[in-house]
């Protein structure tokens, strides 16, 4: 797993004017300083502002990240990554040393960033997150990486994870507090349920199919919480 040293940690003041703190590195901004204008003229290309929150989704299958950008009333697709690399195979981790990858809704923070990690860059997804907790799932240290290797985590290409990090650091730039990530096995359809109903994950993939229909359909992430060990999703305001 990557592990978190931090060399420098900048306070940043939001026109909120509350201060939040976004880890940083050489490493880090040298990168932005390269990838950021490169990013800024795609959007504008693609009809995005720069200044609007993300929202990440992936799939295990066919293994793709996905960045959306909010765009009036609804998020817009951005941009495509390939997964370079993931462990254990369809179904959610649920114990330390299982070498499976999450399945779930996530959130990302700040301070979940390491801009000085083994892998390049790493953003810590949250696993385990409140539904996993109650269910005594363990783990820790999921992260989404370069170095094109995991066990556990989900890698991608140098190239691919200098430009989600760097969105990532610039929305937290921005203002936007936490990132709201979907992970899933593949796309939730009826269709694509019945095609792996022999697999021993169905049940699983049952309990997240509300949120990803939440999302699918109407383009803004749900909102999620946990009640009675279930999860729970109710409609999210763009």
Known sequence: ????????????????????????????????????????????????????????RLFKEPGLLEIWVRSGKQYKLFRQYAICAYSGGLGTKTRNGDGKCPEGFYSITPSQMNPVSNYHLAVNIGYPNAYEQQHNYTGTAIMIHGDCRSIGCYAMTDQNIEEIYTMIYEAFLHGQKSIDVGIFPFK???QNIDKYSNYPYVSAWQRLKPGFDMFEYGHVPPVVSVVNKEYKFSKGTP
């Open 188 to 190: 939730l359809t009826n």
């Open 1 to 56: 797993m990557p592990k978190f040293f931090l060399t420098l940690v900048l306070p940043l003041l939001f026109a909120s004017g509350t201060k939040t703190y976004i880890p940083d590195s050489k490493r880090a901004a040298d990168i932005r300083a390269t990838v950021w204008p490169q990013l800024q003229k795609a959007f504008k290309f693609n009809g995005f502002k720069e200044d609007q929150p993300i929202y990440i």
